[in-house]
């Protein structure tokens, strides 16, 4: 709230600082001033409250949500090796839930399994309208297991990281 305070009327207070003597002398002599001198608290104001608008609208996306279960590597993706950078693009829905959904990922198999993941998830009814971003990597790491053995990490903002040992391969004797 502090920041939004400041960036809101940072613009007044920086104006009247540099229009205020003795610095508002400096600035008054100059030609410039003539032309610009009574319009520029208002261009420094519009500088600042354009700050706090793509600030707002640019709000975390764990910051909208009400439950999330973590996303893991299992099933189809951890069987089959799949790793990779997924980009998921939600739009929130008036209910709490996902509006619509875009998954970007290097694999069909990912892009079916977070849509899924997705869809799963509870957000905040006050965000209702909102579009969030979240990465999500994929990460197989270690020595082969029977199990996945999860780490999934939150970085700010938005990303999560899933590391996962890979799959032991079988080997099917005839």
Known sequence: MESKLLIRYGG?????LLLSNPIGDVFRRRSWFDRFGKVFPL???????????????????LACVKEMDLPTYAGPIWGA???????VNIVLGSDGRAGSVDVESPHISMTNWLRIWCMRLRFLVECSGQRIHFTIIYRLEGD??????????LKHPG?????AHPPRVLTIID
């Open 12 to 16: 007044i207070t920086v104006a009247s």
């Open 43 to 61: 261009i420094v104001l519009t500088f600042g409250l354009a700050v706090e608008t793509a600030t707002a609208q640019e709000r975390a996306p």
């Open 81 to 87: 090796r799949i790793s990779g950078t997924a980009n």
């Open 144 to 153: 082969q297991r029977d199990v996945p053995d999860n780490k999934v990490v």
């Open 159 to 163: 990303t999560i990281v899933v590391t």
